[in-house]
């Protein structure tokens, strides 16, 4: 199977630049993207390959920062977890100073760089302390000249959707079978300093053994895994893996605003999966403009083509606005370098304070 823009050779070539990104790294992204703490084992049935070649070659693509499987805040912990985006206008020339100090915080999930009349696109988390992130630590930077927030209200569209279409339908259902249980129902239980330990080490590294988990804890390998298993049905994380865009066929990026209803939203997002494969993420927020959509693109040029792609399939769909990301900074708790290839991890606070265990 030839994935679009590589060469026979499995090299991507696009620009002349050579990545050393072959069809089967492509297809171990990809099963981990379906299946992100899968054995080894199992991911090498799927791919006919046995488990220390796997091993070897995901140790590479992280070591040179182009793919990390991560934790994130799942999308029922908006109840407990409020999460905006805040839109950033800093004074001339501080916009790289202001990006770097902000992507120490936990509470900064994501930092993009856009064209338009805001330099900065921020999604923040902070438990119930939304109004403090806003008036304390985003008040004390004198460089931020205004902002704007927009308040989360649902996610229809996770990131972790979001995959590289380089298996064969068999393979995908085998590995989808594999994946994590999906969130239950009711609230999703409190954050506990041990279950923050545990989330902090998945952000950093989520295929980390049991043992890894406990020790970043202070627990047994099988408290551990009873933890992150509570964590994942009650649907206060996901795991997901991500890619050094750009180094993997995706230069370019656009965050699009609009207005829709809800429930066309979520009656198309499993269709929207396959039909506009470049679509990475959809929320809908509080105000007149109630929905952003993130989108990846091998060129820019292909932003209209996406968008009436988007409009045949929510016929409701009114599109507003759109910001070219010329960079991002930081990728739900993960720093990029200049390149856009993993660098670093700040792991995002979920820890509510009057929370034990």
């Known amino acids: 199977m030839q994935h679009s823009g590589i060469a026979a050779d499995g090299r991507d070539r696009r620009g002349g630049r050579d990545r050393g990104v072959d069809e089967f790294d492509l297809q171990l992204i990809n099963a981990l993207q379906l299946a992100p703490r899968a054995p080894w084992a199992r991911l090498g049935e799927v791919l006919g390959a046995d488990a220390t070649t796997l091993a070897r070659r995901w140790d590479r693509l992280t070591g040179a920062g182009l793919a990390r499987v991560t934790a994130f805040p799942a999308a029922p912990s908006l109840s407990r977890q409020p999460m905006a985006y805040l839109e950033l ?9 202001v990006s770097r100090a902000l992507a120490q915080d936990p509470g900064t999930l994501s930092i993009q760089f856009t064209a338009g009349r805001h330099q900065l696109l921020l999604t923040v988390s902070r438990p119930h302390e939304l109004a403090g992130y806003l008036l304390d630590w985003i008040g004390s930077f004198p460089d931020v000249a205004a902002y704007e927030t927009h308040v989360i209200t649902r996610i229809p569209f996770q990131a972790s959707r979001w995959h590289l279409h380089a298996l064969a339908p068999g393979q995908r259902r085998a590995l989808q079978a594999m994946a994590a249980p999906s969130p239950g129902p009711g609230a999703p239980p409190p954050v506990s300093e041990a279950d923050q330990a545990i989330i902090g080490a998945l952000a950093a590294d989520g295929r980390a053994s049991y043992g890894a988990l406990g020790r970043a804890a202070g627990v047994s390998a099988s408290t551990a895994a009873r933890r992150l298993d509570r964590l994942l049905r009650g649907g206060v994380v996901g795991l997901r893996c991500d890619v050094a865009r750009r180094e993997l066929g995706w230069p370019a990026a656009a965050v699009l605003w ?14 929207l999966q396959e039909t506009v494969p470049e679509l990475r993420f959809c929320s809908t ?5 109630n929905a952003l959509l993130v989108v990846w693109l091998r060129a820019i040029a292909d932003l209209p083509e996406v968008e009436r792609r988007l409009e045949a399939r929510l016929p409701g769909l009114r599109l507003t606005d759109r910001r070219i990301v010329l960079r991002t900074m930081k990728l739900m708790g993960q720093v990029l370098d200049g390149e856009g290839r993993y660098a670093g991890t700040v792991p995002p606070s979920m820890r509510e304070p009057d929370a034990r265990g």
């Open 258 to 271: 609009g207005s829709v209803a809800y429930e066309e939203l979520e009656r198309a997002a499993a269709d």
């Open 285 to 289: 927020v509080a105000g007149s403009e």
């Open 89 to 97: 206008t800093c004074r001339n020339g501080t916009v790289a100073e």
